[in-house]
């Protein structure tokens, strides 16, 4: 029994804990080559669909993503970029390179404590000339899998053993493609990204790091969308908004009394007018205090200075008080109270009778 309640005091325990940790946040880069007159409708369907083929292989590394789709996508955030193809035989080309980051919100990241990157891939390509072989190296069960090119992006395992040597293999082909380009061979890092084999863009895999890693939610945050990559985000560093209280724990509507900055070179000697003033005012009586600050500048008086939510208060009673008078006059003047009141004073000596009949 004893051993029972412990574990069950770990489990609250743990679960607790789960309660207070941040949410899990996800995010990947891809890419995808599309000839330089292709429209932003269709480099969107390309996107959305190699983003579609990464989720198989999270769900296998347990980070399960139920919101998966991208609302209202553009290609604002979508970086393009112009290439040039070279083949075997020299002949160049010019193609479209458009860069992404996929930031999603996962329901669950199991074995997340701080951050964890995994090493995962996304299809470059799902046309027909490619759904068989995507089957047959990269799904669990390559027998039950005759979907065709609809089926491939979401059956691919890159996990799997046998799918991450084909994957290996693929990028061991590109990279012998791409030593064999004269012009690439010393050139410059800047060169290299721009200049790339016609291998490179036939590829079916193309391998990404997946980064799971807690951060607390920002304000105003949209999930899943498609990030800038020229633009990372850095991690909200305090997620709470600090609300200063006010002084002397009163609420917002106690204010303090400003200090009042009098010029020196100001004359402080009263003029006949402010003695007329101050000998009147000696003259009248003292308004009782209402709670607020007075000041007297020059022998005058000045009016009270309350809180916003006491002259709300004052003004409320003060039109209480006028309505209790200003109704019964506003309605003696209204045409058809005239009316009812002249059609009892006409009704009444009927009302009333014979008075020789009461004798």
Known sequence: MLALAGCGDRGKASGNEDMKRPPALLQFEGYVYVP???????????VRAQTRSVFTGLRR?????????????????????????????????????????????????????DRKELALAVLHREDDAVAERVLRECTANPDARKGGASAAGLDFDPSLPGCKAAIDAEQAGIDAARAKVP????????????????????RVYIPTRVTVELRARRP????????PVDRPE????????????????????????????????LSTQ???????????????????????????????RLPEVVAPATA?????????????????????????????????????????GDPRKRR
């Open 183 to 202: 012009e690439l061979a010393g050139a410059p890092a800047s060169v290299k990204d721009t200049v790339v084999p016609v291998e490179e863009v036939r």
């Open 270 to 300: 009263r003029t006949p007018e402010e003695q007329a003033l101050a000998a009147e005012g000696a003259l009248l009586p003292k308004l009782p205090g209402a709670g607020g600050t007075s000041v007297e500048t020059g022998g005058r």
């Open 312 to 352: 709300q208060a004052q003004q409320r009673k003060v039109e209480a008080a006028n309505e209790r008078f200003e109704i019964p006059f506003e309605t003696l003047a209204d045409p058809k109270f005239l009316v009812v009141w002249l059609s009892l004073l006409m009704a009444y000596p009927i009302l009333r």
């Open 220 to 227: 105003g945050e949209v999930a899943p969308r498609y990030a």
């Open 36 to 46: 330089t007159e292709t429209s932003d409708f269709k480099i969107l369907e390309r």
């Open 234 to 265: 850095e991690p909200e560093q305090d997620a709470r908004v600090a609300t200063a209280e006010p002084r002397g724990g009163e609420g917002s509507e106690a204010l303090e009394p400003a200090a009042v900055i009098v010029d020196p070179d």
């Open 61 to 113: 590394s347990r980070v399960m993503v139920s919101r998966r789709e991208v609302q209202g996508a553009t290609t604002d955030n979508l970086l393009k970029e112009a290439v040039t193809v070279v083949d075997a035989a020299g002949q160049r080309n010019v193609a479209l390179r458009v860069r992404y980051r996929f930031v999603a919100r996962p329901e669950v990241a199991n074995g997340i404590d």
